[in-house]
């Protein structure tokens, strides 16, 4: 399996090149040449198997080479013996053709478990095969950080260093973040939002001598490994729901558009998928340029479903590239054009094809809010604001087809949001509580790209 760039000029790579190196050097987001199709009798084939057994059919033929089955089945259960649910993603009927996707059983509460486990097993063996070391720089607006942190530390050959926007994570996700003593950890909380924190990564990717100096790796959610773990829990929601003799819909909590853009590689592998809903908050990009063709940054509004407080929205790139035929040279000129203007049009027949896989509906925070306290109200569980935002979504879109909507974190990770809709406070699972009371390391940092790479250089062990 060869690896291409969004913008057409960057080298190709295999599976784990391409998982190392993040970003491609031309800019652009690596996406796999051509997509395998699963036939229907594969597919019906994993209802009733683990979810580690479902994970490794689904994804082996997108890493080729890099791993020997052996090698990748029992990275696959390393990645994921530390959930607290044996089916891993479990599915709860919500009401009727309703359904939430648990994806919070990890060890950080959030989905973001899922695709930082099994990258975390996947560098940990690629970089001992191969005697490496490597210095990885992550961009969070909460939930990445804490993920990348609990999937890395104490690793050998890896330094991880996590910038977050200061002030402008939850105090969970902040300790989540700064509590692990590992001296191969290094929470950096940078004066900015956190477009500057994925900025100031972008630049310090595109900078190649402090690139290559620094052995720089990228774990963000462009990281196509990343994106690849989080196709599997769509094909085991689909066929639990009776795919693929039946088709289903999604409602996905989206901000950096990774979550659903896994969502559409599943429909590509032929999951019947009838239709991926981009569920947003105020920052309504993504819902403002499927409706209107027209991607417009107009900045930050802070909000109650912060892990979806962005306006450029990275991997969107890749829905791009595959909407404009993979070409490149479009891409690369709409994201000039982007960085130029703070904007782009995209062309009719893109936005016809994107609005085959995508729809999407916006939730503002009161509407967030009021799901929140109506489904307590109901059903007496709580949802996560991210999760809130999606089942808004969903509900206005219920029909024949199932929909599944993506319940992405745990709501004690934002016990002020949901004790402002209830009135009751989420409490943390035994497990985390330490984390509490445990000691912070934390150090603030400009948002200046010369002091962090100074302060990168300095850290990390050698
Ligand atoms: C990261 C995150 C999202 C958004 O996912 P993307 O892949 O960035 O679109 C939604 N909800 C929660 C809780 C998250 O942590």
């Given at each position: 399996m060869?690896?291409i760039?969004?913008?057409?000029?960057?080298?190709?790579?295999?599976?784990?090149?391409?998982?190392m190196?993040?970003?491609?050097?031309?800019?652009?987001?690596?996406?796999?040449a051509?997509?395998?199709?699963?036939?229907?009798?594969d597919?019906?084939?994993?209802?009733?198997?683990?979810?580690?057994?479902?994970?490794?059919?689904?994804?082996?033929?997108?890493?080729?080479?890099?791993?020997?089955?052996?090698?990748?089945?029992?990275?696959?259960?390393?990645?994921y013996?530390?959930?607290?649910?044996?089916a891993?993603?479990?599915?709860?009927?919500?009401?009727?053709?309703?359904?939430?996707?648990?994806?919070?059983?990890?060890?950080?509460?959030?989905f973001?478990?899922?695709?930082?486990?099994?990258?975390?097993?996947?560098?940990?063996?690629?970089?001992?095969?191969?005697?490496?070391?490597?210095?990885?720089?992550?961009?969070?607006?909460?939930?990445?950080?804490?993920?990348a942190?609990?999937?890395f530390r104490?690793?050998d050959?890896?330094?991880?260093?996590?910038?977050?926007?200061?002030g402008?994570?939850?105090?969970?996700?902040?300790?989540?973040?700064?509590?692990?003593?590992e001296?191969?950890?290094?929470?950096?909380?940078?004066?900015?939002?956190?477009?500057?924190?994925?900025?100031?990564?972008?630049?310090?990717?595109?900078?190649f001598?402090?690139?290559?100096?620094?052995?720089?790796?990228?774990?963000?959610?462009?990281?196509?490994?990343?994106?690849?773990a989080?196709?599997?829990?769509?094909?085991?929601?689909?066929?639990?729901?009776?795919?693929?003799?039946?088709?289903?819909?999604?409602?996905?909590?989206?901000?950096?558009?990774?979550?659903?853009?896994?969502?559409?590689?599943?429909?590509?592998?032929?999951?019947?998928v009838?239709?991926?809903?981009?569920?947003?908050?105020?920052?309504?990009?993504?819902?403002?340029?499927?409706?209107?063709?027209?991607?417009?940054?107009?900045?930050?509004?802070p909000?109650?479903?912060?892990?979806?407080?962005?306006?450029?929205?990275?991997?969107?790139?890749?829905?791009?590239?595959?909407?404009?035929?993979?070409?490149?040279?479009?891409v690369?000129?709409?994201?000039?054009?982007?960085?130029?203007?703070?904007?782009?049009?995209?062309?009719?027949?893109?936005?016809?094809?994107l609005?085959?896989?995508?729809?999407s509906?916006?939730?503002?925070?009161?509407?967030t809010?009021?799901?929140?306290?109506?489904?307590?109200?109901?059903?007496?569980?709580?949802?996560?604001?991210?999760?809130a935002v999606?089942?808004?979504?969903?509900?206005?879109?219920?029909?024949?087809?199932?929909?599944?909507?993506?319940?992405?974190?745990?709501?004690?990770?934002?016990?002020?949001?949901?004790?402002?809709a209830?009135?009751?406070?989420?409490?943390?699972?035994?497990?985390?509580?330490?984390?509490?009371?445990?000691?912070?390391?934390?150090?603030?940092?400009?948002?200046?790209?010369?002091?962090?790479?100074?302060?990168?250089?300095?850290?990390?062990?050698?």
């Amino acid at each position: 399996m060869r690896y291409i760039s969004t913008r057409g000029a960057a080298p190709e790579l295999t599976f784990s090149e391409a998982m190392m190196t993040g970003l491609a050097r031309d800019g652009g987001l690596y996406v796999p040449a051509e997509v395998p199709v699963m036939a229907p009798e594969d597919i019906a084939a994993l209802a009733g198997l683990s979810y580690e057994e479902a994970a490794f059919r689904v994804m082996r033929p997108f890493v080729g080479d890099s791993f020997s089955d052996e090698e990748f089945r029992a990275i696959i259960g390393r990645a994921y013996e530390g959930f607290r649910h044996d089916a891993r993603a479990p599915l709860v009927q919500l009401g009727p053709n309703h359904f939430l996707l648990e994806l919070f059983h990890g060890p950080t509460l959030a989905f973001k478990d899922f695709a930082m486990q099994l990258i975390g097993q996947l560098f940990q063996a690629a970089l001992a095969r191969e005697g490496r070391r490597v210095t990885i720089v992550g961009a969070t607006s909460g939930d990445t950080g804490s993920a990348a942190i609990e999937a890395f530390r104490g690793l050998d050959n890896v330094d991880v260093f996590i910038l977050y926007p200061h002030g402008r994570v939850s105090e969970i996700q902040r300790r989540q973040m700064t509590t692990p003593s590992e001296s191969n950890v290094h929470a950096l909380a940078l004066h900015g939002d956190f477009d500057d924190c994925q900025a100031r990564l972008k630049d310090m990717f595109n900078h190649f001598e402090f690139r290559d100096g620094v052995g720089l790796a990228g774990v963000n959610s462009i990281n196509w490994a990343r994106v690849l773990a989080q196709v599997v829990y769509y094909f085991t929601a689909a066929v639990s729901l009776g795919a693929p003799h039946r088709k289903v819909s999604f409602s996905v909590p989206t901000g950096n558009f990774g979550d659903i853009y896994a969502g559409s590689i599943a429909k590509r592998m032929g999951l019947p998928v009838e239709t991926l809903f981009v569920a947003t908050n105020q920052n309504d990009i993504l819902h403002r340029c499927l409706t209107t063709g027209r991607y417009e940054v107009d900045g930050v509004k802070p909000s109650i479903s912060p892990s979806m407080d962005i306006q450029v929205s990275s991997n969107f790139e890749r829905a791009l590239f595959d909407a404009y035929d993979g070409d490149g040279n479009a891409v690369a000129q709409l994201m000039a054009e982007l960085k130029a203007d703070g904007g782009f049009t995209v062309s009719q027949g893109a936005l016809e094809a994107l609005r085959a896989t995508f729809s999407s509906g916006r939730a503002s925070e009161e509407e967030t809010k009021a799901a929140i306290r109506d489904f307590h109200a109901r059903t007496g569980e709580v949802l996560c604001p991210h999760t809130a935002v999606g089942v808004k979504v969903a509900e206005e879109h219920l029909g024949a087809v199932p929909m599944v909507t993506l319940s992405t974190a745990h709501p004690a990770k934002f016990p002020d949001a949901v004790e402002a809709a209830t009135g009751v406070r989420p409490g943390l699972p035994a497990h985390m509580q330490g984390i509490m009371t445990a000691k912070e390391r934390v150090t603030e940092v400009p948002n200046d790209l010369a002091a962090l790479e100074a302060l990168i250089h300095e850290r990390r062990a050698r």
